[in-house]
């Protein structure tokens, strides 16, 4: 070590930090070998219903307890009285499917075994934007048998709220979620754990999907502590209800209407027409506000409105009793006006 | 003693990069304290150093959001997502990748770091970078220029973070990777792993100190259009524009100029970029090399002090010039140096090839004889000068030519309404005639004189008539008809036939084609179809294989190859005849429209081709295909057009024309 110091003095400001960092360079390599194994010890191929072309008959899950409770994805692999739970030490077991959360689309698998290597769920570790992440799970099938499963590296590109959608369908869970750099997303990777470089649990890989808006495949994976009293819940062996289908608790009960506002637009002909005012009823909501013709709605609150539907869809959300924040572009600039319900002074009037 | 040597080796590029981590002081703040004592130092460093590096520039990391505009463009479903741009001037501007507004949209509002929003309007555009300047209506104070990294310090294998703002507007999303390559889509890019596409492009790529490489964008090297490279995200090949570049542009493009490709107006002889040296087929008339002097024949060595040895040295020094650029250019012509100053151009016209109206005779007596006129073309430039079957041409000026491909260069140097000084000669007596060059032809001309003295051999040569042609690991059929006449002494053109679905039958090809096979010179090649009822686009390479294995065993006249395709078969002939302008030289096409989204270059001296198009009036068709032979003329091609007779195939007769036609390519 001393004689690359004396080689190139320049490389350091202080001798002893390089030898420091130099030492524990080495080391690194050791220590992620190791990480890798001792994590894959606990990752889980399934396999189940599938094998049509496009679908997969396999995926991946990982051990959450010592008695073979399995956490994995819940998907038409596992619509079957015959799931097998492959180890990483190679031995098969039918599993009991014991608890299912749809919004969340995971499940609980419940194999006959004791004594597992598994991840702790009530414990997890939060990651940043850029944490660097590995991530376990048998994409692609790639393992059989006591082959390990396959780990990939990677960033965390974001956390942020999923939007995304399967074929054209918007998929019900829409929480937080880790974005990730790698293309970790891939068939039969739903269910694989993601780590940090130390193999603490963080996230569950999600199944393959497109963001709803920039329609591109995203890589992501459901943070622990989002999931995990779900998770447990399942463990107990409960089935959590179906809340995807339960009425959007973001609309309002008496919304606003656009009659109510007093403006008229340009009549909405294309698939995205601009909300462009073409007129302001005299006395009118909107005209005391000061909307004039040839405004063009920008934000309602702080949603941008990218065309009339749009505008339409998010007056839905706002109770008519509550004032309105529109933000219009008029000559290029950005004016936000404030259109306070006609009927206000009438409820205020009371004993 | 090999290990003790090994691991300091590798320590050291380690103990490198992390000494320019050591020279940033935030790096020592936030970073050096941990490394102390977690056992995962240098990942826990590098993370730090990477956060850091994205901390930097996140405060000219913005966020643009659209209104409005086209659902598709192409066949690219327009995403509506938020997507990204960079602060690149303290007064509010704003630059991106033109992919952002390819919807063009009618409103563009831009949320800033702190959460302030303005709108904002497109000033202008880079269209060889495909890069867009923003200005922000009301930049609320003055915004956070970010600093570039200087193009010496960008090296190949150091970090590299893609940064966007479109997940959340609060915060930004990062993708960690490595420079690839500098100097990438012929010198205008840094190539990086790092994961590049709609959630990034028009933000910056970051170096670990937190300095801006270049704005990422999606890039083709084959292609220049905003979407182009669009399908190559998170795929680990991504490109940046440097930021050093889009600062030394930033001032012309803040007045409102778009900016172009800058270009020479030349082309390059050889067919490989790779090897051959540059040396001018062409600079062709009105076009900025033209007007500087260069001529067909000299060879480029230099370009603004570099030195250019190939091809592709020439594309890469000229592919970052923009036009209006005044390059100094170093060129050889024979033995002497010559010194140009050319500036470059955004746009050559299309290419109109001139003519002058002379067949030639197929067969030269000798190498080095003079070029026999065949036939004059009527109401051609050279039956007006008096020109006549048996006169022998000499040259034009004082020059003189005796190969027909040094005719064909002087010919296609010039343009129609050039007037030359041609020199023949009549029964051993020279003459001169000022002819003023003219348009191509798009007529048919009556029956020709023969176009070389040559017997036919007495018998019918082996390996003529319905021949097959095998390929080697190709599953169709191939069939070709070789006159029975045929002798390796006569070129003999090549009609590709790709014939209508359902249409292939041996016996067909012969009972059509045979005759004027005999009477031309040419050999009538059919692939067939793998699926009888179809062709696939692929089976254009199959079709290749196949002319490539004709033209290695006859003696084929290269300037009378051409496809010539039926409905469906006509479709694969414009993508085979576009696709493979090296050896095509004439579309003769039936009953079809182009296909769309063929991408098509206008004519070329070098590459010239002439189309023919024959259509039934009565067809639903007529209408496209009539709009797509005024495309072709825009293109400056020579386009014949010919109103069939009858429904389906063409008649005998109309075959017969169809093969004068085709003995009409070789004109000069």
Same mark, same amino acid.
Request: proline fraction near 5%; charged fraction near 25%; include cysteine.
């Given at each position: 070590?001393?004689t +690359? ?7 350091f400001?202080?001798?002893?930090i ?7 360079c080495?080391a ?22 599938g094998?049509?072309?496009g ?5 991946s899950?990982?051990? +959450? ?10 998907s038409?692999?596992?619509?079957t ?8 030490d190679g031995?098969d077991f039918?599993a009991k499917?014991?608890? +299912? ?5 995971l499940?609980?698998l /419940? ?9 702790d769920?009530t ?6 934007s850029g ?9 692609f099938?790639?393992?059989?048998g006591n ?9 965390v590109?974001?956390?942020s ?6 074929g054209?369908?918007?998929i019900p ?10 293309i970790?997303?891939n ?7 993601? $780590?940090?470089?130390?193999g603490?649990?963080?996230a ?23 999931i ?10 409960k089935t959590l209800?179906d ?5 959007d608790?973001?609309?309002?009960k ?6 109510? $506002?007093?403006?008229l ?6 698939p995205?027409?601009p ?5 302001v009823?005299?006395?009118s909501?909107?005209a ?8 063009l709605?920008m934000?309602?609150?702080t $949603?941008?409105?990218r065309?009339f ?6 007056l839905k959300?706002?109770e008519?009793q509550?004032?309105?924040q529109?933000?219009v572009?008029?000559?290029? /600039?950005?004016i936000p ?5 006609a009927?206000?002074?009438r409820?205020k009037i009371?004993? | 003693?090999s290990?003790?040597?090994?691991i300091?080796?590798?320590s050291r590029?380690r103990?490198h990069?992390l000494a ?8 020592l703040?936030?970073? #050096?304290?941990?490394v ?6 240098l ?8 956060q850091?590096?994205v ?6 990391v913005v966020r643009?959001?659209?209104?409005g505009?086209l659902e ?7 995403s509506?997502?938020p997507?990204?741009?960079?602060v690149?001037?303290?007064d509010g501007y704003?630059?991106s990748s033109a ?15 702190n959460?302030?929003r303005s ?5 202008a ?8 300047l ?8 003055k915004?956070?220029?970010p600093?570039?990294?200087?193009a010496d310090e960008?090296?190949?294998?150091y970090w590299?973070i893609?940064v966007g703002?479109?997940?959340e ?5 990062i ?7 500098v ?6 890019a ?5 994961k590049v596409s709609?959630?990034?492009?028009g933000g ?5 100190q ?5 704005v990422?964008?999606?890039m083709s090297?084959?292609?220049?259009t905003?979407?182009?490279g #669009? ?8 490109? #940046?524009?440097?930021l ?9 493009l ?5 900016l172009?490709?800058?270009l020479l ?9 790779m ?7 062409h600079?062709?008339p009105g076009t900025?090399?033209?007007?500087a ?8 060595v ?14 890469q020094a ?7 650029e ?5 060129a050889?012509?024979?033995e002497e !140096?010559l ?6 151009t ?15 005779m197929?067969?030269?007596a000798e190498?080095d004889?003079?070029l026999?006129v065949r036939?004059?073309?009527p ?8 020109l006549?079957p048996?006169?022998?041409l000499?040259?034009i000026?004082e020059?003189k ?7 064909f260069?002087?010919?296609a140097?010039r343009k129609?309404?050039d007037?030359?000084?041609l ?5 051993? !007596?020279? !003459?001169?005639a000022?002819?003023k060059l003219?348009?191509q032809p798009?007529?048919?001309p009556?029956?020709?004189p023969?176009a070389?003295?040559?017997?036919p ?8 008539g319905?021949v097959e042609?095998?390929l ?5 059929e ?9 002798t390796a002494?006569?070129?003999?053109g090549?009609?590709?036939?790709l014939t ?6 041996k016996s067909l ?6 005759d004027a096979c ?9 692939p067939?179809?793998?699926?009888d ?5 692929t ?6 294989k196949?002319?490539d ?10 300037h009378?190859?051409?496809v010539?395709?039926?409905q469906a078969?006509?479709s ?6 576009f696709?493979?302008?090296?050896v095509v030289?004439?579309i003769?096409?039936?009953?079809v429209t182009v296909?769309?989204?063929?991408? #098509? ?8 081709m002439s189309?023919?198009i024959?259509?039934?009036?009565d067809s ?10 005024e495309t ?9 057009m ?6 389906g195939?063409l008649?005998?007769?109309e075959i017969?024309?169809?093969?004068r ?8």
């Amino acid at each position: 070590m001393t004689t +690359i110091n004396q080689n190139r003095p320049d490389f350091f400001r202080s001798c002893a930090i390089g030898v420091l960092i130099a030492t524990c360079c080495m080391a690194n390599a050791a220590l992620h070998a190791d990480t890798v194994s001792d994590a894959q010890e606990k990752i889980v191929k399934i396999y189940g219903a599938g094998g049509i072309r496009g679908l997969e008959s396999y995926q991946s899950g990982f051990l +959450i307890s010592a008695e073979g409770h399995v956490l994995t994805s819940f998907s038409y692999v596992l619509d079957t009285d015959d799931v097998i739970v492959t180890l990483d030490d190679g031995r098969d077991f039918t599993a009991k499917m014991i608890g +299912i959360d749809p919004r969340l689309e995971l499940a609980v698998l /419940k194999i006959e075994a004791t004594k597992l290597p598994h991840f702790d769920v009530t414990k997890s570790v939060q990651l940043n934007s850029g944490s660097r992440i590995l991530a376990f799970s048998n994409l692609f099938g790639i393992a059989s048998g006591n082959e390990p499963a396959s780990v990939m590296h990677g960033s965390v590109m974001a956390i942020s709220k999923l939007s995304a959608r399967r074929g054209n369908f918007q998929i019900p869970y829409q929480g937080k979620v880790y974005i990730v750099d790698a293309i970790t997303n891939n068939p039969g990777a739903a269910g694989g754990a993601l $780590t940090n470089l130390k193999g603490d649990l963080a996230a569950i890989l999600g199944k393959e999907l497109r963001s709803a808006d920039a329609n591109v495949w995203i890589n992501y994976a459901l943070p622990i502590e989002e999931i995990r009293e779900s998770v447990q819940a399942m463990q107990a062996g409960k089935t959590l209800p179906d809340e995807s289908e339960q009425a959007d608790a973001s609309l309002a009960k008496s919304p606003w209407t656009i009659g109510q $506002t007093g403006i008229l637009f340009v009549p909405d002909v294309l698939p995205k027409t601009p909300p462009f005012v073409e007129a302001v009823n005299d006395g009118s909501v909107a005209a005391g506000a000061g909307i004039q013709s040839d405004d063009l709605v920008m934000y309602i609150g702080t $949603t941008l409105i990218r065309s009339f539907r749009d505008l339409a869809a998010n007056l839905k959300k706002i109770e008519d009793q509550d004032d309105l924040q529109i933000t219009v572009l008029r000559n290029q /600039k950005l004016i936000p006006l404030t259109l306070e319900p006609a009927g206000l002074s009438r409820k205020k009037i009371g004993p | 003693m090999s290990a003790t040597l090994n691991i300091p080796t590798v320590s050291r590029k380690r103990l490198h990069w992390l000494a320019s981590l050591l020279t940033t002081t935030w790096f020592l703040a936030t970073a #050096a304290v941990t490394v102390a004592n977690d056992a995962n130092e240098l990942a826990v460093a590098e993370e730090a150093a990477m956060q850091a590096a994205v901390k930097n520039v996140s405060d000219s990391v913005v966020r643009i959001e659209t209104v409005g505009g086209l659902e598709k463009v192409g066949k690219v479903l327009v995403s509506s997502a938020p997507t990204t741009g960079l602060v690149i001037s303290e007064d509010g501007y704003i630059v991106s990748s033109a992919f952002n507004f390819i919807q063009k949209p009618t409103s563009i509002l831009v949320t800033l770091p702190n959460g302030k929003r303005s709108a904002a309007e497109i000033v202008a555009r880079d269209r060889s970078r495909q890069i867009v300047l923003l200005k922000l209506e009301d930049p609320k104070g003055k915004l956070t220029v970010p600093t570039a990294t200087p193009a010496d310090e960008v090296r190949v294998g150091y970090w590299a973070i893609a940064v966007g703002r479109t997940l959340e507007a609060d915060t930004t999303n990062i993708s960690v990777g490595v420079v690839s390559a500098v100097n990438r889509i012929w010198g205008k890019a840094i190539q990086t792993d790092s994961k590049v596409s709609p959630l990034n492009y028009g933000g910056p790529l970051v170096d670990i100190q937190g300095r801006v490489l270049g704005v990422l964008v999606p890039m083709s090297p084959q292609e220049n259009t905003e979407v182009a490279g #669009a399908e190559w995200y998170d795929s680990g090949i991504g490109f #940046a524009v440097p930021l050093e570049d889009i600062f030394a542009v930033l001032d012309k493009l803040k007045t409102g100029d778009d900016l172009y490709r800058g270009l020479l107006g030349v082309t390059i002889k050889g067919k490989n970029a790779m090897a051959d040296p540059a040396i001018l087929a062409h600079a062709m008339p009105g076009t900025p090399a033209a007007k500087a002097g260069l001529k067909s024949g000299d060879k480029i060595v230099e370009l603004n002090g570099i030195q250019i040895g190939r091809h592709d040295d020439l594309k890469q020094a000229i592919g970052r010039k923009y036009a209006g650029e005044v390059v100094k250019l170093v060129a050889m012509r024979g033995e002497e !140096k010559l010194d140009f100053e050319i500036t470059l151009t955004d746009r050559v016209d299309p290419y109109e090839l001139p003519m002058l109206g002379i067949l030639p005779m197929r067969v030269q007596a000798e190498e080095d004889s003079n070029l026999v006129v065949r036939g004059v073309l009527p109401k051609s430039p050279a039956e007006e000068a008096g020109l006549q079957p048996g006169d022998e041409l000499i040259g034009i000026g004082e020059e003189k030519f005796s190969k027909l491909e040094d005719w064909f260069t002087q010919i296609a140097d010039r343009k129609p309404d050039d007037e030359i000084q041609l020199r023949y000669a009549r029964e051993g !007596k020279e !003459k001169t005639a000022t002819v003023k060059l003219a348009k191509q032809p798009e007529g048919i001309p009556d029956k020709l004189p023969a176009a070389h003295d040559v017997e036919p051999p007495a018998d019918a040569a082996k390996g003529t008539g319905l021949v097959e042609i095998k390929l080697p690991e190709e599953a169709s059929e191939c069939f070709a008809y070789v006159p029975e006449d045929y002798t390796a002494d006569v070129p003999h053109g090549v009609v590709v036939l790709l014939t209508a679905p359902g249409e292939y039958k041996k016996s067909l090809l012969t009972e059509r084609w045979k005759d004027a096979c005999e009477e031309y010179d040419l050999i009538v090649l059919a692939p067939q179809p793998a699926d009888d009822k179809r062709w696939n686009p692929t089976e254009v390479d199959f079709v290749r294989k196949t002319l490539d294995d004709v033209t290695r065993n006859f003696n084929v006249d290269e300037h009378r190859v051409i496809v010539h395709g039926h409905q469906a078969g006509g479709s694969l002939g414009y993508r085979f005849a576009f696709g493979n302008r090296d050896v095509v030289r004439g579309i003769a096409n039936v009953d079809v429209t182009v296909p769309l989204r063929l991408q #098509a270059r206008g004519n070329d001296p070098q590459e010239r081709m002439s189309i023919y198009i024959a259509f039934n009036k009565d067809s639903k068709l007529a209408k496209r295909i009539n709009a797509n032979a005024e495309t072709f003329r825009e293109f400056k091609f020579p386009v014949t057009m010919v109103e069939q007779s009858s429904e389906g195939y063409l008649t005998a007769d109309e075959i017969t024309d169809l093969a004068r036609w085709i003995d009409t390519l070789d004109r000069l």
